[in-house]
């Protein structure tokens, strides 16, 4: 017998028991693309695709070229307040392609 998955014995195991009665209860180990893989190595088409994968898909070669250059600068990733040379590239960037009027940035992130 498979032992407990740590998800469903220490972070929510009513939701678990809600997955696994309509077959979510899928431990994905690897994405690609629009898909996902599960430990048993089944592909699925990911069509939820939250967090980020739904404008780029997963691990897009062009994004992981940017991370790795923006790797070997070793600058902070974001330290507030400071004033960061890629934060303000990126602002420049979006108020370019922003809807006239538009002039400033406001960076913020969200935990849901």
Same mark, same amino acid.
């Given at each position: 017998?498979?032992?407990?998955?740590?998800?469903?014995?220490?972070?929510?195991?009513? =939701?678990?028991? *809600?997955?696994?009665?309509?077959?979510?209860?899928?431990? @994905?180990?690897?994405? +690609?693309?629009?898909?996902? #893989?599960?430990?048993?190595?089944?592909?699925? =088409?990911?069509? *939820?695709?939250?967090?980020?994968?739904?404008?780029?898909? @997963?691990?897009?070669? +062009?994004?992981?070229?940017? #991370?790795?250059?923006?790797?070997?600068?070793?600058?902070?990733?974001?330290?507030?307040?400071?004033?960061?040379?890629?934060?303000?590239?990126?602002? +420049?960037?979006?108020?370019?392609?922003?809807?006239?009027?538009?002039?400033?940035?406001?960076?913020?992130?969200?935990?849901?």
């Amino acid at each position: 017998m498979e032992e407990e998955h740590k998800w469903l014995k220490y972070i929510n195991p009513v =939701l678990g028991g *809600l997955m696994s009665a309509i077959k979510l209860d899928k431990r @994905y180990v690897r994405a +690609e693309g629009c898909y996902m #893989f599960d430990h048993e190595g089944v592909r699925y =088409l990911d069509f *939820l695709a939250g967090y980020g994968a739904i404008p780029f898909g @997963y691990h897009p070669k +062009e994004l992981w070229e940017v #991370f790795h250059q923006v790797e070997e600068l070793q600058e902070p990733t974001f330290s507030i307040p400071s004033l960061l040379e890629a934060a303000g590239d990126l602002a +420049e960037a979006l108020v370019n392609i922003c809807p006239k009027g538009m002039h400033f940035i406001c960076y913020t992130h969200s935990n849901g």
